[in-house]
């Protein structure tokens, strides 16, 4: 810390260059004014104490006061403490200064990045401020991320879809899901000017000396000590990177800046590389940092040896689960100085079969997928084409999308067999109406028909029929007892056996429903079946005495009453012929036994005749009588079976296709508007 005077500096007085003559080294003790006083005493009590960046404030403090006093105290922070001459010895040094090395502080002003004020002299010996100067000291603004069309409507697609599943499959199902999700959105949110790689690999593969060789310098430590690297270090070749290295959670004491070269950063600006620990490391800690770190990187450097390429840890944990991170992904093969001859080619060849049993899809040809290099961190070979190679790749900008995408698409693999059905999903029409058959039989649609019928025919024959059947039938009436007709365990029988068809039209409509889903979607239609056929027998039973057979008399044709006017004629002429007879008999009319004998004979004729025509006219009505009573309970039966059942079946039928539509946008295939 420096002691810095804010002072005015005044003109020259009077008798100032005889002064100045004395030459330097030598004391000068003059008498001061009284307004001089007053300005000096003034000036110590506003003494401030300010920061400087660097040795650079100093010297610069130091070269202004020499140039001005010539043999001065050299420090504008001995203020003070000379008394009154080396108050005037500094206060000659500031005014001289302007024609000495102070005079281009005095145009230019201070140049060390701190906040200063500065007086110069005028001719007329008022006192002039120079103007302020502040650094700024805010981060720069980067633009952040931004995805394109497609893949915002996959990851728009991602949301529906976990939204719409969260109520019918686990959360450990969806969980992959919902973390791309997140980590989607909170990439997106930071700068999408920077492009963030990770080097990663196995111990001893020469990880963090490739770190130092991209860097340009000694930043992560290297050495035979296993394992070496224990934190994560970044190095940023830009600004505007920090808020990437917080979500990495590496601090600020882990964060370096590379050497500084133009080449370097105008070819690999924008890059934010970070040097992982081992990943099978004896350090449980470590593996947790590069797990962690894994899924939030945008691109990995895979660096492998010679002794440890083929390490099925490596193959088995990392690069088969992330093989569709292909585009994002480099593998480098290191210490190719210790591989004599041809030995280099054949080790990278067998590398590149492995990647491809992995089902790596390898960048050759102009083609999309992994790049495989092989170089030397320790002699420098193949580090230009590395070079080369992260530049192309940070100046696209692409690498985070690609890396999202590639996240997005591995949870639509782990998402396909709880989606992807073996056939078309639904109820067809048969279906629908087999379960309407089978509630209907239940529910005695058919019986309750052919019981309407007959009522109708029995209306029918007691409105046409003769009297004296119709007498008949009402002793037969009368005279039968009222009880003992039906059996109460036959009732129980018939009602145990509605139930279970019932249940089993359940069971076969949830079994056709359920065919070809997935499991968890074929569970939630089930149980909706099951929920819906909860009280379904009683609401069955219900609907059958409202819909079934009306109270009172069926409804009569328009020839009823003809008929019934046939039936009066036909029993007047049996009445006319018989008192006819009658009064022949007795002697009250004169014999004459073919007149009433022939009305009688008419009248017990057609009564039956017009009985039997009257039947033959009634089996159609009946029928359609019947026939309209059966379908009105078919009816309320569907009605309710589909309310309770078909309905809440539907339902879930159309949410899973709902979920599949957007599983399939997730997954990249094109939905048909049909």
Request: aromatic letters at 4%; hydrophobic letters at 40%; charged letters at 25%.
């Amino acid at each position: 810390m420096t002691a810095v005077t804010d002072h005015t500096d005044h003109a020259d007085q009077p008798g100032d260059d005889d002064r100045r003559k004395k030459g330097p080294g030598r004391e000068i003790a003059r008498k001061e004014d009284p307004e001089r006083e007053v300005v000096r005493k003034e000036r110590s009590g506003r003494e401030v104490v300010r920061k400087e960046k660097g040795d650079s404030g100093h010297g610069r403090g130091r070269g202004s006061t020499e140039a001005g006093s010539g043999a001065g105290s050299g420090s504008g922070s001995g203020f003070g403490s000379g008394g009154a001459e080396a108050v005037a010895s500094e206060d000659r040094g500031v005014a001289d200064g302007a024609g000495g090395a102070g005079a281009a502080d005095a145009v230019g002003g201070w140049d060390d990045g701190l906040i200063a004020r500065r007086v110069s002299a005028t001719a007329e010996g008022q006192a002039r401020p120079v103007q302020e100067t502040a650094v700024d000291n805010r981060p720069p603004v980067v633009a952040p991320l931004a995805y394109d069309g497609p893949l915002r409507s996959r990851l728009d697609a991602l949301r529906e879809l976990v939204g719409l599943s969260r109520t019918r499959l686990d959360s450990r199902t969806l969980a992959e899901a919902g973390q791309v999700l997140d980590e989607a959105a909170a990439r997106r949110r930071l700068s999408g000017q920077h492009t963030v790689v990770a080097i990663a690999g196995a111990t001893g593969s020469g990880k963090s000396q490739l770190f130092n060789a991209l860097a340009g310098v000694a930043i992560s430590e290297t050495g035979v000590r296993r394992p070496t690297t224990a934190a994560p270090i970044a190095c940023s070749w830009s600004d505007g990177a920090a808020g990437l290295i917080d979500r990495l959670g590496i601090p600020g004491r882990l964060r370096r800046r590379p050497l500084q070269s133009a080449e370097a950063e105008a070819q690999l600006r924008g890059l934010v590389l970070v040097d992982l620990p081992d990943h099978d490391s004896a350090a449980v800690q470590h593996r947790e940092h590069v797990d962690r770190i894994l899924a939030l990187v945008d691109a990995v450097i895979w660096v492998v040896d010679p002794e440890k390429y083929a390490d099925a840890v490596l193959h088995e944990r990392y690069l088969r689960p992330m093989a569709g991170h292909a585009e994002v992904t480099f593998v480098v093969l290191n210490q190719v100085d210790r591989l004599p001859g041809e030995a280099a080619d054949q080790v990278l060849d067998d590398l590149r079969r492995l990647l491809d049993e992995d089902g790596i899809a390898l960048g050759e040809y102009g083609e999309p997928g992994a790049t495989v290099l092989a170089l030397s961190a320790l002699t420098g070979e193949g580090i230009g084409e590395l070079r080369e190679v992260l530049g192309h790749f940070v100046a696209e900008r692409g690498a985070a999308a690609r890396r999202i995408s590639a996240d997005v698409d591995a949870a639509a693999v782990r998402l396909w067999p709880v989606y992807a059905n073996r056939r078309q999903a639904g109820l067809s029409e048969e279906a629908r109406d087999e379960f309407a058959d089978r509630l209907a039989d239940a529910v005695g649609a058919t019986a309750a028909g052919e019981a309407a019928e007959r009522a109708w025919r029995r209306n029918a024959n007691r409105a046409c029929g003769t009297p004296w059947l119709r007498l008949w039938r009402w002793y037969q009436d009368r005279c039968e007892p009222a009880t003992g007709r039906l059996s109460v365990r036959a009732y129980d029988d018939e009602e145990a056996t509605a139930r279970q068809r019932v249940e089993q039209a359940v069971r076969t409509v949830a079994e056709q429903a359920t065919d070809g889903l997935p499991a968890p979607w074929a569970q939630a239609v089930r149980e909706a079946a099951v929920r819906g056929s909860q009280g379904l027998c009683e609401a069955l039973d219900e609907l059958a005495v409202r819909a079934g057979t009306p109270v009172g008399r069926p409804p009569r044709p328009g020839w009823w009453p003809a008929a019934v006017l046939a039936q009066a004629a036909m029993t007047i002429l049996q009445v006319v012929g018989g008192l006819w007879l009658l009064a022949q008999v007795i002697g009250f009319m004169s014999p004459n036994l073919g007149v009433p004998a022939l009305l009688m004979v008419i009248g017990i004729v057609g009564g039956p005749g017009v009985e039997w025509a009257c039947r033959l006219a009634a089996n159609g009505p009946a029928r359609r009588y019947g026939s309209e009573a059966e379908r009105r309970l078919r009816e309320a039966a569907s009605g309710c079976g589909r309310a309770r059942v078909l309905d809440p079946v539907a339902a879930e039928l159309l949410r899973y296709r709902e979920v599949r539509e957007q599983f399939l946008r997730v997954s990249g295939v094109t939905v048909s508007a049909g």
